[in-house]
T-cell receptor
């Protein structure tokens, strides 16, 4: 089955700096890669996703890059703000109906002002 | 947009009690729903895949007799934690995708989760 590795486990940055979180996956058939932000005690919130037919996707301060050959994908947050502080999870899955998301272990991002 | 409702949001009960958690897709149908468990400061771990009208598929290490899953309709899946013990205390969360839409357009929708505390 799929295995997703995520690094780093914790990341501290100053407000305005960039933050990068990296994930690798094992199943070469995976083709959907979402990123979630989770605040304490709440559901994960989808912040951006990418499918294997593209190498990069951007939404304002957030971007995701995908390297299918190397089986890794990364989340980039620019101009970080204190409200970006949260736990971020990457995930991977195949696109067939009924296929679950497999999550990385998470990264706790702390943005200090 | 698509909404998944999960109930209850918080349960505190005594050891040995069985607890049922409901997961409903409110405005779409889902032949498949997923149940995850999240311990404090850890990731979401897939427990099982719930299939409408058939048996659930459990992940390795998850006891199917302890975590009973029923998916009797296209909008409802239930997870029953039987004879719960303190080690079962966790955050349980379900998810589903609107399978009436092309996969490429639809992310997974998560419920709000159920915090289960066994005394």
């Amino acid at each position: 089955g799929e295995n997703v590795e995520q690094h780093p486990s914790t990341l501290s940055v100053q407000e305005g700096d960039s933050a990068v979180i990296k994930c690798t996956y094992s199943d070469s058939a995976s083709n959907y890669f979402p990123w979630y932000k989770q605040e304490l005690g709440k559901r994960p919130q989808l912040i951006i996703d990418i499918r294997s037919n593209v190498g990069e996707k951007k939404d304002q301060r957030i971007a995701v890059t995908l390297n299918k050959t190397a089986k890794h994908f990364s989340l980039h947050i620019t101009e970080t703000q204190p409200e970006d502080s949260a736990v971020y999870f990457c995930a991977a899955s195949r696109s067939q109906a009924g296929t679950a998301l497999i999550f990385g272990k998470g990264t706790t991002l702390s943005v200090s002002s | 947009g698509a909404v998944v409702s999960q109930h209850p949001s918080w349960v505190i009960c005594k050891s040995g009690t069985s607890v049922k958690i409901e997961c409903r897709s409110l405005d779409f149908q889902a032949t498949t729903m997923f149940w995850y468990r999240q311990f404090p400061k850890q990731s979401l771990m897939l427990m099982a895949t719930s299939n409408e009208g058939s048996k659930a598929t459990y992940e390795q290490g998850v006891e199917k007799d302890k975590f009973l899953i029923n998916h009797a309709s296209l909008t409802l899946s239930t997870l029953t934690v039987t004879s719960a013990h303190p080690e079962d205390s966790s955050f349980y969360i379900c998810s589903a995708r609107d399978q009436g839409q092309p996969y490429s357009n639809q992310p997974q929708h998560f419920g709000d989760g159920t915090r289960l505390s066994i005394l």
